[in-house]
């Protein structure tokens, strides 16, 4: 029997922080045995906001050996980047002609990011969920592993499938969400209240998962808490509920049982030990990352071989669209 299939991607908009990595990557990693998984650099999207084209290309790779530092497998996954498989464009063509201008005008992150770009409000950013249901639907994917934030675009996505199936005929697979319970919204380490953010103005409110390791003490250490001054899990201390949920995470130790062990203690011994934990869990990324990005050779093979595989699939989905909207073939 076939494997089924998981589509996921990250835009390659400036440095990754923990949160896309405990939201989504290592998700990613966990699937790999089980699925055919395709793992994408989402370039296309990443220009709906303003990219220093050198600093795009360079990003585009970072990202890449990023993946593959966290666990990515190219022999297992399909690693590849978005604009070196044009039918992604193509299909965000007919798919835009049955979305509804409604539907897409209600898109939260739309109208986030439309007002921080009123000078610049350009259409990109206005059919970007499409797009995004183009990449998913030409793998006639089955899960989308994604962090919170990406829910309704999702739900777009499975909109859109199913309006096409019903108006030419059964031609996607309307596909599943993967979000985790815990770890699909990492907070802002200054304001517990908003998701963190690789586009934070404050470079306090993230941690990058190539920051060094002072710098991710001098963060944790400077992490908004409260007043409180007890150890607890619960709604009233956001800032702590999330700096719980990210050790856990990265310890793989029960959230009750850190709960019990730092009870009765200050916040101080609680953040210097999670930075240790945080320092611990993705010093081993860091590492390969960095042999990676000396063996430049070797990440431009595994994309042209991934944009290979990739668009064998894209295209036998695309075809099929195609014909079925009415196109003459060539
Ligand atoms: P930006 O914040 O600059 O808009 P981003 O950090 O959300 O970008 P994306 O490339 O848009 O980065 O997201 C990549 C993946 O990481 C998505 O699956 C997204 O849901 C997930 N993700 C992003 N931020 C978080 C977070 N704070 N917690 C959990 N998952 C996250
Ligand atoms: N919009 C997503 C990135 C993204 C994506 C996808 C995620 C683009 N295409 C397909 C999953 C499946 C984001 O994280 N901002």
Redesign the pocket.
Known sequence: MDKKVVF?G??P??KL?I??Y???IKNWVELQDEYDCYYCIVDLHAITIPQVPKELRRSTLEVLALYMACGIDPDKSTIFIQSHVPAHTELTWVLNTISYMGQLGRMTQYKEKSRRSEENLNAGLFTYPVLMAADILLYQTDLVP?????KQHLELARDLAIRFNNKYSETFKVPEPGIKDV?????SLQSPEA?????DADENAYILLLDDKDTIRRKIKRAVTDSLGTIAYNDEQLGLKNLIEIYSIFSGEKIPSIVNKYEGQGYGKFKEDLAEVVIDGISNIQEKYNYLMDNKDYLEKIYIKGAEKAEYQALKTLRKVYKKVGFLPR
């Open positions: 996921s990250v835009q908009s400036g922080t949160g896309n405990l939201g989504a994604v962090g919170e934030d990406q770890g699909a919204k990492i907070m998701k963190m953010s690789k586009s």
